[in-house]
């Protein structure tokens, strides 16, 4: 752990073959936290540690989420457009995204290591798998350029060629997301029920949470995915 | 325009070559937005039209936006994946789509009408176009099937196989969203920024609600659009 | 229960003393959730009840929450101003309310029974309670007349005095949300740490949704309020 | 206008005779928005601030709302009842309010200046309105202490004891909201429709975020609240 959390700020955290994480600036903390919660009660912070965990793990147990609105991240993403689609379902946050009606497409798309794919594909339909998205590439390239010369037409020949592109290629965003809406974001894009190309975001995006609100982060642990005891003292106390 | 616009229900109305609205059901009306102004200000409803017209386009005019949060929207949309995504940014609003994780995508992809590209395409790119999205769904429906006879390798080999396909394939999706809200959507979707394709869908959507609530769809056309002020005599003397 | 749940719409269920819940309109249906979330699996609806009632008990279980929000209530609610300010820390929903700066205050606030406070207080502490209560109207009532005249003053005066007057006064508001917040407000309103009089609006309007959409209300006891599964065995087999 | 933004960071604005508003922190920058905005077009940013400023002012004028979320403000504010009431209705922000069920409410009520107030009303009337405001509270006080000892009695004493306290009563709470949810809240409260009370708190924190988005503030005063453009040049330009 970084002795500050603002030392995370604009690290580039890899995922998948061509994509990244970086947290770009953060706002609260653990403290921030127990600070909009004792607004309610009006007793004083900071004097006693324990009462302000005690005070963070009784809030997510009982489901009082407001207070964990007051930490808000902004993220950097990189990703497959699959992704992408997944991940702008969450609608509780901000986002903006590269778009391809301004900008043409670089050939770069996401290709699974064999470890993450069925056995039973062979090297051969992997091989195909790539070359169907190069060829995408080529098509959309050679007709983007053919449009290149005309002012009037580069635009709207952008958009519709796009639509040739599968969906594991590239896209970039940015993500304004407060820790409430996060904590729905990584219950459900880490758990069973997600695909495994997400999952490895959510992954390293809890773990940056993690290390910028520790106390938080245990407790959402302990009370939303309920996982044993021990890992959440563990992390309680260090 | 229909006696009721509950007649509306159901209907399926074409968008681009493959796609469609349809209404599935709608809450509210013209009289419940008024009602719902009225519950502020305690006078009666209903006695006189022309008031309550007077008080739709007082509450556009003046940016009192939650009466109009009442009346809501139920649609099923079938549209290209490019068109889902500029749609799916709109976070006011309930999505459920369908997943490719569990369906099989159908060789089904938005083909553009030559009237609708840009000139300086031939004939041959049109068809260069549709021949590499014919060709993604070739290799995708093979390893797809590939796969089925695995069961616990289908909805992996599924989710991963998809991305190969372009966003010129077709999606669908249940859309709930409330008058308030949907103006906002239709403002941005039906203006000069907005790409071709989604125009189409939010012009059909912009006729429904215009049957659906005649009046606040004048006042949203008079003090959101800045139409002239005819259009809107007619719309508010319908 | 009712044959139809719309035979509910209109009719005013009395909570405290002078307060109510009236579900004006609803939209949606146990089914129409089983509709949403099957344009994901593409598979077909109303065939087999047991399988539709297994899909709601999946979908609430591992918190796929959006089908939950194609089913929209409309209320119009009557309660004490402090009942309303908890209510209106519920986001997720629209609301219009009776505006103090238009209408003036009926002298008509919330009386506790004396089995609903704590039995240290005697009989003349709850006169004193309404003493107060009737004196603050008294004011506020030779002030705003005094004001009746000028037609310049009248607004400002009754919007700088109703802050004389306790929060026991009643409000009315429109209310609009999905079934998805509603199981929020219902849970967080109906449980432990809610105070009693909001409890008895939660009561009622819980018994409002459970008739409007029986498997879904049966599938929120028991995966969110955690009921024993007899009870919610029953709901199912109603 | 201070060196830096943060330096506003903790001074205490005073409002009314006895409220405040702090800004305890915030996120983002002119900066951040254009860089935001430029994920989509992923043209180069800082080289140029009269492309940076142009680019703000596009965004604004054609209602691309996105960018301008990725700035957050974190304010703690006091003030009267009846201006939390409307305030709370915004509902895109984060709110932590003090709650009367945990804290016994001191005598502090908001006290109208004579200028503030019609001049149809007397000395004696003001002092009236006092004079209910006090009393209000020697009873709640009274009663309060009366369950003071009694440990099972204590919060449900006070929660039902509050209901006697006007809305001129001053309350505190944390907000966290973005600047496109702001430029909402600003235009709406500064506006002609607004109570004076609120409109003083409104004018302060709309001061607070022109010091810290110098160019957002111009752009929300040129296109929603449609100052003439002289004002909006010199702010430009500072």
Redesign the interface.
């Known amino acids: 752990m970084p002795s500050s959390p603002s030392e995370l700020h604009g690290k580039r955290f890899p995922v998948l073959d061509k994509g990244y994480v970086i947290l770009l600036?953060?706002?609260?903390s653990d403290e921030?936290v127990v600070?909009?919660?004792r607004?309610?009660?009006?007793s004083k912070t900071g004097v006693d540690p324990e009462r302000d965990r005690s005070l963070i793990f009784f809030l997510m147990e009982?489901?009082h989420g407001?207070?964990f609105?007051?930490v808000?991240f902004?993220f950097?993403i990189k990703c497959?457009?699959?992704v992408a689609?997944q991940w702008?379902?969450h609608?509780?946050a901000?986002?903006?995204?590269?778009?391809a009606?301004?900008?043409v497409f670089e050939e770069e798309?996401?290709i699974?290591r064999r470890a993450d794919?069925?056995?039973?594909?062979s090297e051969a339909?992997l091989k195909?798998?790539e070359d169907?998205?190069k060829?995408?590439h080529e098509?959309y390239q050679r007709?983007v350029q053919?449009?290149q010369p005309?002012k009037?037409?580069r635009q709207?020949?952008r958009?519709?060629?796009?639509?040739?592109?599968?969906?594991?290629y590239y896209t970039?965003?940015?993500w304004?997301i407060?820790f409430r809406s996060l904590m729905n974001f990584m219950?459900?894009r880490t758990g069973t029920?997600a695909?495994?190309e997400i999952k490895q975001y959510a992954a390293v995006i809890a773990d940056i949470a993690r290390q910028v609100v520790p106390l938080c982060y245990a407790a959402y642990e302990r009370y939303v995915l309920k996982k044993p005891a021990a890992g959440d003292l563990e992390a309680g106390l260090r």
């Not at 600036?25 to 609260?28: D, I, K, Q, S, Y």
């Not at 794919?117 to 594909?121: A, C, G, N, R, Y």
């Not at 060629?161 to 969906?167: E, Y």
């Open positions: 600036e953060h706002m609260g921030r600070d909009a919660a607004v309610s009660t009006g009982n489901k407001t207070p609105e007051h808000v902004q950097a497959p457009l699959f689609r702008m379902r609608r509780i901000s986002y903006n995204e590269r778009s009606r301004y900008r798309f996401y699974p794919i069925p056995p039973i594909f339909d195909e798998y169907v998205l060829h995408e098509v007709l053919k449009a005309y009037e037409h709207r020949a958009e519709v060629l796009r639509a040739l592109l599968g969906t594991a970039e965003f940015y304004t407060n219950d459900l029920g695909q495994w």
